[in-house]
């Protein structure tokens, strides 16, 4: 019988790629000290449809929602680790971030214009290009048991990125709407409301989750049930109503930290739940790209990578000592910055109803993901160990 | 190397050494952030002197020498909030406490210094278990005998010490039920526990530790993990069972009270030490460990059971004639308070069983930073 064999065949894919990718990621990091989201990213990669394998391009399918849920689970936990106090005793980390955001921005924009790309797209990617994906950042550190200020500064500088760049795109991608096909509500609804409300809900479920978490007696073990639970619900929540689950994932974290429920290291990585939607998460995001255009984009993607790698380690480097760490470390932490794919992809793939599904297609910008998706893990990795703030136990 | 000459030293003149956790304000883990704050504090004048612990959670802070307990207190103070200063532009907490409640040991990274590296290799899982903090007072003394007199002289007065700094009663997570859970870490190790009971210091020198070190076992007396030891170089006796308590005011009132006992002590107010009050030192030690303020101890002459609490009372009456001239009443003030009430373990305990380990750190850090946002 044809059918089930065939029924049979594509249901079996998804599973069968996913052990390969987490059979490559122990032997890669066993044998070429590889971080195990780099070897995810290489099987996703070779495994996809376009390229020699077998999966079929995933977006938009209900991989996709599984992947949108492991990220924001990573989200959330970044956004849990993220001190506001902070910014106020080093008012120096919050100027990083905003010169560093803004220098990428600057850099990369105008690497696309001389490379002849047009005006609203060089925007978008610049706007994409300012955020470090949290994703390889925080496997990376607690692969490493990383802690030191260029661990914890590279999760701060990240989070606030991907939240300027959340709003950067929403706004860019609202303007064109505007200046192109739709009206001026639906420019206004892209951007602003989205922002706002999606924040809002996040906030919102920090504050009632928290709550009922002081109402439990067992706070240490039903904290990682009940965070992850609310996150599904607000993922699907915030997908159904096309808002953005990014921003939401990250202030549901940031708010819930700030009404201290305290999690216990056990929890980071929100244990073998998180392990194990990270390898989906990574595999999906490679079997995304089709290699035609990654050699379409090739060169440009290369000059973006360089730009973006100047303009942040520039920025870090510049302010280290006014906030209070070596000129090494500073310029440690740009480099840490260097990940970027996943939280591209997820958003882009949350943005298809705008109707900008050409981004997508953007010259550079599958060989931009893909270059960073590997090697992004990789430069944050070496940074780490340079730093001396790698576990040595876990230094392999 | 033989042991280096006895210096002598201002008569009671004091310092203090407080070991400290530096957290992570996230989960209130121990961090490895100690070269991190150690290049920030190195840049600004630093109130004091500091340096790095044997892990790269640790981080100890000594004062200058000091005759009064107010400009002891002042100088901690200033210390203080140089610390707090530092903590709060890198994001990283600093609390006192003689143990961090649920931190595990082999998570703890050894600070890159060759000692501490030697010290890792020889002692293995101890050295890493070692990640205690604890509070050591200096006393000078005007000789070596002298020095020797007071180390002995004090054998009846160690669980005080224990008792009112205690500040470790959770250990890998759990309610050890010991007030300062931190000292059986210390007494693991092989050269811990108390001095071999001699008076004169060329005697010591020559029988005790000439001998010692042509066994090989030592090089120098740090490498001895005693209660109280002397400590030539400085011309003092080191008191070392105390943990290190929440805030700075309770670690300069109890090296206010220290001083003014030895004061006392030095006066032979008592009768002289004989090697026989050791026979129940190690039991009123961990009367004081286990029971802390509420431990019954056995007075080493008269054999009768004491309450801890009763017998520092009695002792606070005896010194107050001390205190007025050394100036440290306020501090013995601040020993009657906790004598009268609890000691910063039993709030620890308090406060575990509300919001669990990681609150209690939360707790120590926010106690340790009292006063420097005033």
């Known amino acids: 019988m044809p059918v089930s064999i065939d029924l049979l065949t594509s249901d079996i894919l998804w599973p069968l790629a996913l052990l390969l990718a987490w059979v490559g990621g122990e032997f890669g990091y066993r044998w070429l000290g590889l971080p195990r989201i780099s070897s995810y990213g290489i099987t996703g990669f070779l495994l996809a449809q376009s390229q020699f394998g077998f999966l079929p391009n995933p977006s938009g399918g209900p991989v996709a929602s599984l992947a949108d849920f492991a990220f924001a689970l990573i989200l959330f936990e970044l956004g849990y680790r993220i001190n506001l106090r902070w910014l106020r005793a080093n008012p120096w980390l919050g100027v990083t971030s905003l010169v560093e955001s803004a220098a990428t921005f600057v850099a990369v924009f105008a690497v696309a214009r001389l490379f002849g790309v047009e005006l609203a797209p060089s925007l978008l990617l610049a706007a994409l290009a300012m955020a470090t994906s949290p994703a390889a950042i925080l496997r990376v550190a607690n692969e490493l048991h990383g802690a030191g200020q260029v661990t914890e500064r590279t999760l701060h500088l990240s989070a606030f990125s991907c939240l300027l760049t959340v709003v950067a795109f929403k706004v860019i991608a609202g303007y064109w709407v505007l200046s192109s096909a739709g009206g001026f509500f639906e420019a206004i609804w892209a951007s602003v409301v989205v922002v706002a409300v999606s924040a809002g809900l996040g906030a919102l479920f920090g504050v009632l989750v928290a709550g009922l978490l002081r109402q439990t007696d067992n706070p240490g073990h039903a904290a990682t049930i009940v965070f992850a639970l609310a996150v599904l619900l607000l993922t699907t929540l915030t997908t159904a109503f096309k808002f953005s689950p990014l921003l939401a994932a990250i202030a549901f974290g940031m708010v819930a930290r700030h009404r201290r429920v305290v999690l216990t290291p056990a929890q980071r990585n929100f244990g073998v739940l998180g392990d194990l939607l990270t390898v989906l998460l990574f595999v999906f995001v490679a079997a995304t790209i089709d290699w035609r255009q990654v050699v379409v984009g090739i060169e440009l993607a290369l000059a973006v990578v360089a730009a973006r790698l100047l303009s942040k380690t520039a920025a870090t480097t510049a302010f280290a000592r006014l906030s209070g760490i070596t000129w090494r470390k500073g310029f440690l932490t740009g480099l840490a910055l260097t990940p970027q794919s996943v939280f591209v992809i997820l958003l882009l793939e949350q943005s298809r109803h705008l109707d900008i599904g050409w981004v997508s297609d953007m010259a550079g910008l599958a060989a931009l993901v893909l270059l960073l998706e590997i090697i992004g893990p990789l430069v944050t990795r070496w940074a780490l160990l340079r730093a001396g703030e790698a576990h040595p136990a876990r230094r392999g | ?374």
């Open chain 2, 1 to 374: 190397m033989p042991l280096e000459p006895f210096k002598t030293s201002a008569a009671l003149s004091m310092g203090v050494e407080l070991e400290l956790q530096l957290v992570n304000p996230t989960d209130f883990d121990l961090t490895a952030a100690s070269s991190d704050m150690l290049f920030l504090l190195e840049r600004a004048s630093f109130p004091g002197d500091v340096k790095p612990e044997i892990t790269e959670s640790m981080i100890e802070i000594a004062t200058d020498v000091h005759i009064r307990h107010g400009a002891l207190l002042e100088q901690l103070r200033r210390m203080r909030d140089a610390l707090v200063r530092a903590g709060d532009r890198l994001n990283v907490g600093l609390c006192g406490g003689g143990t961090h409640p649920f931190q595990r040991w082999f998570d703890q990274r050894i600070f890159a210094k060759p000692r501490f590296e030697e010290i890792s290799v020889l002692y293995g899982y101890l050295a890493k278990q070692f990640t205690v903090f604890g509070q050591h007072v200096h006393i000078g003394c005007p000789s070596a005998d002298e020095a020797l007199y007071l180390l002995h002289a004090l054998n009846r007065y160690v669980p005080h010490f224990i008792a009112l700094s205690a500040s470790s009663p959770y250990s890998q997570g759990v309610d050890t039920l010991f007030d300062s859970a931190r000292l059986n870490s210390v007494f693991a190790f092989p050269l811990s526990g108390r001095a071999p009971f001699i008076l004169q210091w060329a005697k010591f020198e020559a029988d005790y530790f000439a001998k010692m070190e042509t066994t090989g076992v030592v090089k120098s007396m740090k490498d001895f993990y005693w209660d109280i030891r002397p400590k030539p170089e400085y011309g003092t006796i080191e008191l070392r069972v105390c943990d290190t308590p929440l805030s700075v005011e309770r670690a300069a009132a109890i090296a206010g009270y220290f001083q003014s006992l030895c004061r006392m002590l030095l006066a032979r107010e008592e009768p002289a030490p004989v090697e026989d009050d050791y026979l129940v030192y190690h039991y009123n030690r961990f009367q004081a460990c286990r029971f802390g303020l509420d431990g019954i101890m056995v007075h080493p002459r008269t054999h009768q059971n004491i309450s801890l609490r009763e017998d520092i009372l009695a002792t606070l009456r005896c010194l107050a004639p001390h205190a007025a001239v050394l100036d440290a009443q306020a501090a013995l003030d601040e020993i009657h308070d906790v004598a009268r009430s609890e000691n910063h373990a039993q709030w620890l305990r308090r406060l575990g069983q509300v919001s669990g380990p990681a609150g209690m750190v939360e707790g120590a850090v926010s106690r340790f930073r009292k006063g420097a946002e005033k």
